[in-house]
């Protein structure tokens, strides 16, 4: 179902829980009894467009907002997805790993068990990170770039040594098997490994990872389907200005 | 797990769609077929191989007490006859016998057994599942950190058979990173922690 400016905040959440984060990262907050869509966006100085572009691009995986993408600011997608990385690196990863570590004082039956996941997913969040640093250090301002030369028409010294040293292209290329070793993690976790005596605490580590994935697949989403077809746009239109 | 077809075969009308209806609690499994006319049912058997035959000894075609063998000798069936007669199971020979005055609970636990069954060794034929001997050997040197044409050189084997190997265990396992295989290894004994880099 498509999300649409006039339906109620309230009902949207209640349609996909997923989007709680979501909407946090904008800045809004719970609590906004029978307002719409609009009406919260207004309060909190969200641009509409782009708000209904991303949630729809969030909640339904086949949803394809090609006219609108020309409306939506660059910038305004990098800021949100540097919000979510931040999400990431600051909070969902050091929660997980937290409790990965509290599962060390549990009573197990192979403690080097414990120390195998504690690893990988060590191996797991330092592979992520250096992901999301090549987008913020190389994708994010070559993006910017590009939008900057769209937006002048012209090349300065700066944004022409950028716009030439990389082309979305390759971020496509390079954009895929981070997700493989959280795939496996939960494999492993599931299938070969007897969890502790005292379960809850293993359980909720599964459901976490299941839950970063999924917020994870609906982030590159954005990126996919959102950032990456505008930036080939402009690009097009680049080439015709050299 | 593969759902389990059914086929029933019954003249009444009122307990073949009766029976379907209680079936549709059954997990994983699907009534595919209801079968009325006698002279259908050898046909029919043989074209949609059921996992299990639920049928009336009067829809079976001539008389013969070790029904199972002689109708079905080539398929995996499991035979469960339904009929009003008492005693049934002594005159012929089947995987499980329900009764018309039988209880739907108790018709769903002769079915589900029967399935459990089914499973079990549908399990112990899956050996193939598990990695070989040569894949574990395979996994050992991934896990150790070795890329496919070490391996192959160590094995004295082409990288294309690295590679399908590769393929196999990973499909077998669910495990695709380098990482993951090697926690798998540990886990197995097949390596130790001190040997992995």
Request: aromatic share 6%.
């Given at each position: 179902?498509?999300?649409?400016?006039?339906?109620?905040?309230?009902?949207?959440?209640?349609?996909?829980?997923m989007?709680?984060?979501v909407?946090?990262?904008?800045?809004?907050n719970?609590?906004?009894?029978?307002k719409?869509?609009?009406?919260?966006c207004?309060?909190?100085?969200?641009?509409?467009?782009?708000f209904?572009?991303?949630?729809n691009?969030?909640h339904?995986?086949?949803?394809?907002?090609?006219?609108e993408?020309?409306?939506?600011?660059?910038?305004?997608?990098?800021?949100?997805?540097?919000?979510?990385?931040a999400?990431?690196l600051?909070?969902?990863?050091?929660?997980i790993?937290?409790?990965?570590?509290?599962?060390?004082?549990?009573?197990?039956?192979?403690?080097?068990?414990?120390?195998?996941?504690?690893?990988?997913?060590?191996g797991?969040?330092?592979?992520?990170?250096?992901?999301?640093?090549?987008?913020?250090?190389?994708?994010?301002?070559?993006?910017?770039?590009?939008e900057e030369?769209?937006?002048?028409?012209?090349?300065t010294?700066?944004?022409?040594?950028?716009?030439?040293?990389?082309?979305?292209?390759k971020?496509?290329?390079?954009?895929?098997?981070?997700?493989?070793?959280?795939?496996?993690?939960?494999?492993i976790?599931?299938?070969?490994?007897?969890?502790?005596?005292?379960?809850?605490?293993?359980?909720?580590?599964?459901?976490?990872?299941?839950?970063?994935?999924?917020?994870?697949?609906?982030?590159?989403r954005?990126?996919?389907?959102?950032?990456?077809?505008?930036?080939?746009?402009?690009?097009k239109?680049?080439?015709?200005?050299? | 797990?593969?759902?389990?077809?059914?086929?029933?075969?019954?003249?009444?009308?009122i307990?073949?769609?009766?029976?379907?209806?209680?079936?549709?609690?059954?997990?994983?499994?699907e009534v595919?077929?209801?079968?009325?006319?006698?002279?259908?049912v050898?046909?029919?058997?043989?074209k949609s191989?059921?996992?299990?035959?639920?049928?009336n000894?009067?829809?079976?075609?001539?008389?013969?007490?070790?029904?199972?063998?002689?109708?079905?000798?080539?398929?995996?069936?499991?035979?469960?006859?339904?009929?009003?007669?008492k005693?049934?199971?002594?005159?012929?020979?089947?995987?499980?016998?329900?009764?018309?005055?039988?209880?739907?609970?108790?018709?769903?636990?002769?079915?589900q057994?029967?399935?459990?069954?089914?499973?079990?060794?549908?399990?112990?034929?899956?050996?193939?599942?598990?990695?070989?001997?040569?894949?574990?050997?395979?996994?050992?040197?991934?896990?150790?950190?070795?890329?496919?044409?070490?391996?192959?050189d160590?094995?004295?084997?082409?990288?294309h058979?690295?590679?399908?190997?590769?393929?196999n265990?990973?499909?077998?396992?669910?495990?695709?990173?380098?990482?993951?295989?090697?926690?798998?290894?540990?886990?197995?004994?097949?390596?130790?922690?001190?040997?992995?880099?």
């Open positions: 179902m498509r999300i649409k400016k006039d339906m109620k905040l309230a009902d949207v959440i209640q349609l996909n829980y989007l709680i984060p909407i946090h990262r904008f800045g809004i719970l609590g906004f009894g029978d719409t869509v609009a009406e919260v207004k309060d909190n100085e969200v641009d509409l467009n782009f209904l572009q991303l949630v691009a969030y339904d995986k086949d949803y394809f907002p090609k006219e993408l020309q409306t939506i600011p660059v910038k305004n997608i990098v800021n949100y997805l540097k919000m979510t990385h999400s990431y600051n909070d969902k990863l050091s929660e790993d937290d409790k990965i570590i509290s599962l060390q004082s549990e009573d197990m039956e192979d403690q080097r068990y414990i120390l195998l996941i504690k690893n990988f997913f060590d797991y969040k330092s592979e992520l990170t250096e992901h999301i640093l090549h987008e913020e250090n190389v994708v994010f301002p070559y993006v910017l770039a590009v030369i769209i937006k002048t028409q012209s090349f010294a700066s944004n022409r040594a950028i716009f030439e040293s990389f082309s979305i292209e971020y496509e290329e390079e954009h895929n098997d981070v997700e493989e070793k959280l795939m496996d993690l939960k494999t976790m599931i299938k070969y490994l007897t969890p502790p005596a005292n379960s809850t605490l293993y359980h909720t580590i599964i459901q976490d990872l299941f839950k970063l994935e999924e917020d994870l697949n609906y982030h590159s954005i990126e996919d389907k959102v950032l990456t077809p505008k930036v080939i746009l402009m690009e239109s680049i080439s015709n200005l050299l | 797990m593969a759902r389990s077809t059914i086929l029933i075969a019954e003249n009444s009308c307990i073949r769609k009766g029976l379907r209806s209680i079936l549709q609690n059954l997990e994983n499994s595919i077929q209801l079968i009325d006319d006698k002279e259908d050898c046909k029919i058997v043989t191989k059921p996992d299990i035959l639920i049928i000894p009067n829809m079976l075609p001539g008389d013969c007490l070790d029904v199972k063998k002689e109708l079905f000798a080539t398929n995996k069936l499991s035979l469960v006859l339904i009929s009003d007669k005693n049934i199971e002594k005159e012929l020979k089947a995987d499980a016998y329900i009764n018309y005055s039988d209880g739907q609970n108790a018709i769903l636990d002769k079915l057994e029967i399935l459990n069954k089914k499973n079990k060794s549908v399990h112990a034929d899956k050996s193939s599942e598990t990695i070989s001997s040569r894949e574990k050997n395979i996994l050992k040197h991934i896990a150790l950190g070795l890329t496919n044409k070490e391996i192959a160590q094995l004295f084997i082409s990288i058979t690295v590679v399908t190997h590769r393929k265990i990973t499909q077998k396992l669910g495990i695709k990173s380098v990482s993951g295989l090697t926690v798998y290894a540990i886990l197995h004994n097949l390596i130790s922690m001190d040997e992995v880099k």
